[in-house]
């Protein structure tokens, strides 16, 4: 299995409160979420008025799938129009030593339903 992390720094410009701002950040992190099927949150600076930074995880059973929707949601995020983006940042790993493997070969799976602790 292959997780993939990302983070997009936003500069809301023009924002005079924390209100406007959550609103800002809430359109996109809902809208991200539905469109992509993501985990999308914003995750530092979240008392910062005139930045954001949002943070979103995807899960594939391929590496390359799990790089184009890192890149599609930061993509996505850009062209929204709602905030100039001031860096972003994004990377996958494979998670429980599976990627490219079946899990019957590695021995982590036990009988039906039931999955075993391994080291």
């Known amino acids: 299995m292959w997780v993939g992390v990302g983070r ?4 809301l410009e023009g924002v005079s ?11 996109l992190v809902e809208r991200a979420r539905h469109r992509f099927n993501a985990a999308v949150a914003e995750v530092e600076a979240q008392e910062v008025r005139d930045r954001a930074v949002l943070g979103f ?3 594939s059973n391929e ?3 799990c790089d184009r929707m890192l890149e599609e949601i930061a993509q996505w995020i850009e062209g929204s129009g709602l905030a100039p983006v001031l860096w972003r940042k994004s990377e996958r790993v ?6 490219g493997r079946r899990p019957e070969q590695e021995g982590v799976l036990g009988s ?6 391994s080291g």
Do not use: N, P, Q, Y
């Not at 997009?8 to 500069?11: D, P």
């Not at 494979?94 to 990627?99: I, S, T, V």
């Open 112 to 117: 039906w339903g039931t999955v075993e602790e």
């Open 57 to 59: 995880a995807v899960l």
């Open 63 to 65: 590496g390359a799938h």
């Open 17 to 27: 409160s924390l209100k406007d701002k959550r609103a800002i950040v809430r359109r």
């Open 94 to 99: 494979a998670f429980g030593g599976l990627a």
């Open 8 to 11: 997009v720094a936003l500069a």
